[in-house]
């Protein structure tokens, strides 16, 4: 399987998927989580692969959706393309362990990206945020179910009203 947005490698029974797109500041984007669905599909089916590792670089996790590949879009083709479900919770469904390996940012969609994962591993550099509301908008409804499935349990739209990011070691007060 060629591979564009993604790296992949397996180190014994554990796949390391890490985000490629470090021009974009690993920005996710329909192709990104498109190739992220497949690659999902066929470890599932891999028994030799016994959990996954998701990472970004040593600076980002990911910066959230790519807004340069949305800016034509308007909210009723975003609606009916159904541009937030496609692929993007596949990572959610999938039946092995997953865990969140986040250094930098993960903001937007990558916060939400993380938060879909079983388990969180968080450098001291990692930033988490839902700046969305600094563009004028809300979180997708993807967010919702990152949130309702997450081990944390926080209160997640107190994160989202100051938009502002949060720490490992200093979470967002109104959050907890």
Known sequence: ???????????????????????????????LAAELAGVLDRLEQDRSVRAVVLTGTDTVFAAGADIMAMRNRNYIDVYTSDFVTVDWERLASFRKPVIAAVAGYALGGGCEMALMCDFIIAAESARFGQPEIKLGTIPVPAA?????TSSARPRPWTWC????????????????
Not at 8 to 25: G, H, K, M, T, Y
Not at 144 to 148: G, I, K, L, N, V
Not at 162 to 170: D, E, F, L, N, V
């Open 144 to 148: 919702a179910s990152a949130w309702r």
């Open 1 to 31: 399987m060629k591979l564009d947005y993604l790296l992949l490698e397996q180190i014994d029974a554990v796949a390391l998927i890490r985000l490629n797109r470090p021009l974009s500041l690993n920005a996710l984007c329909a192709e």
């Open 161 to 176: 009203s100051p938009g502002a990011p949060w720490t490992p070691t200093k979470p967002s007060a109104a959050a907890w």
